[in-house]
């Protein structure tokens, strides 16, 4: 197994988060995404998508998608369960996940495309999108805070994906001048504690 | 067990065809959306988003998102099996789930909301994303097209929810003004398969 990573991406960042809470041991090879290395023939092969990160098996076979990558890790290891235990469990942690991409992650990549330094000359900024997204992020905070008023966790008593999904998008949300406002109480707690498993800077 | 339904709408879809692709029987309630009933206090008692669909379980548990609620019922009715079967395929159902869901629905979602009649006046419309989307949109069926020329679904052999989500985005697309080119042979192919199944008008 190998794993081709992108060590600042949102994405690849749930995955080595997942593989350290797992426990497992998985070889890495860093992509150089600033030389373009994910534009070439050999790593398209892999995903034509050009996108990170990828998990190659040792058959050659390829799984692409950071969170089809991480539900094959959770069928082969399946402690700790990180995507719930049993049918309603692993549906409401379904459910947070998607609430987590949709309505924090992906957001918050839309405001870091649309108006870093990084992405200008790269790809086509549109203000409006960037302003949208952080308005459409604030108002998801302001929701969030109320939730984790009522649980330790986003989804529940226990730390899961759903957690991932979530810290990863606020470490971005850091690079693209967004932080947890400080009278988010709630949320700042959970982020904190987030933060400082020893998984966090995997 | 009931299902909370909005008839027209692109997520609402995909769960009402997978549950006619399982043969199963779910009572269905239509939550009228043009009278903001979704935004009311029962509604939001269940889905504090306001979106669709909901599942409602007998014991008072509330499933949202359409790929959890998807989840849900595979638990409980693994055949056929539309999230494929053992780790490998389910992995790769998942990847190409995903990979329908972001660069095939979520855009075209993206052309409806910032360019129909419909969002005029509901939302702040933003011309350029419907157009930055629609650029997306038809890079990504050139190179879906190529991908099918191999296989007759969307994640291999069998027909999985990979194709649901993506014959839902196609039926939004014409709503929106998109259409699969007609030199998009093999994707038009997929297209009237999939469209012809006895569960695509769920």
């Not at 049993?86 to 405001?111: K, N």
């Not at 459409?136 to 529940?156: I, N, Q, S």
Request: aromatic share 8%; glycine share 6%; hydrophobic share 45%.
């Amino acid at each position: 197994m190998l794993l081709h990573d992108l060590p600042a991406g949102v994405h690849p960042r749930r995955v080595r988060i997942f593989i350290a809470e797992k426990g497992l041991q998985i070889p890495v090879r860093v992509v150089d995404v600033s030389r373009g290395e994910n534009t070439q023939p050999d790593f398209l092969r892999l995903n034509p998508l050009g996108q990170l990160p990828v998990l190659q098996l040792d058959d050659g076979s390829v799984i692409a998608e950071s969170m089809a990558i991480c539900r094959y890790l959770e069928a082969l290891h399946p402690e700790p369960a990180l995507f719930g235990r049993g049918a309603l469990e692993a549906a409401q942690v379904e459910m947070w996940t998607r609430r987590m991409e949709t309505r924090v992650s992906d957001p918050i990549v839309d405001i870091f495309l649309h108006s870093s330094d990084f992405f200008r000359g790269r790809i086509e900024q549109l203000p409006a999108v960037a302003e949208w997204s952080r308005a459409r992020v604030l108002e998801t905070l302001a929701w969030l805070d109320g939730e984790l008023a009522h649980r330790p966790y986003v989804a529940g008593e226990r730390y899961t994906v759903a957690d991932i999904v979530a810290q990863c998008a606020f470490v971005l949300g850091k690079a693209a001048g967004l932080r947890i406002p400080p009278e988010r109480a709630h949320l700042a707690r959970w982020f904190a504690a987030v933060s400082a498993r020893p998984t966090a800077r995997a």
